[in-house]
């Protein structure tokens, strides 16, 4: 799974005008799955985001994780982040799941947040045309990968 985290002071994704996921401070996850994604990769990408010290402390050293800061959790599905731009002007899109296994996998990451962080987790819509808009606090911007292990090991 390919996941692009922003803290943010606030986030919010639109559908045709309708906003269907907003939070606060926190961080807003543009989230892709990948063809040999598991529910595995799930959990661990969620133990991850919960855990990952990217906000400030007394001492404005990045020491604290979303759990620690109490913030919001907003996923957004992103198939784009598993394009393959190596080759030519268009991108080629056969590195994203199907979308099936990616809503499947987009589904278990939200009970995954929600079983731990409750009402603060907010969400995009799986295959709609969304409108994501957010002011990045920072910026902070990272990319992270829970990548399937090799086959046969």
Do not use: C
Request: net charge neutral; hydrophobic share 40%; proline share 5%.
């Amino acid at each position: 799974m390919i996941a692009l985290l922003q803290r943010v002071t606030h986030g919010r994704v639109e559908v045709s005008g309708e906003v269907v996921g907003e939070i606060g401070p926190g961080l807003l996850v543009l989230l892709a799955v990948e063809p040999s994604d598991t529910e595995k990769q799930s959990d661990r990408l969620v133990e991850r985001l919960l855990g990952y010290r990217v906000f400030e402390d007394s001492a404005g050293r990045m020491n604290l994780s979303l759990v620690d800061t109490g913030g919001g959790l907003l996923l957004v599905p992103q198939f784009t982040l598993a394009a393959d731009t190596g080759k030519g002007m268009r991108p080629s899109f056969t590195g994203a799941a199907s979308p099936e296994l990616g809503q499947a996998l987009f589904d278990h990451t939200v009970r995954r947040a929600r079983s731990r962080l409750g009402d603060r987790v907010a969400t995009g819509r799986f295959g709609a045309h969304m409108q994501v808009s957010l002011t990045n606090d920072g910026p902070v911007t990272l990319w992270l990968r829970t990548a399937a292990p090799a086959a046969g090991g």
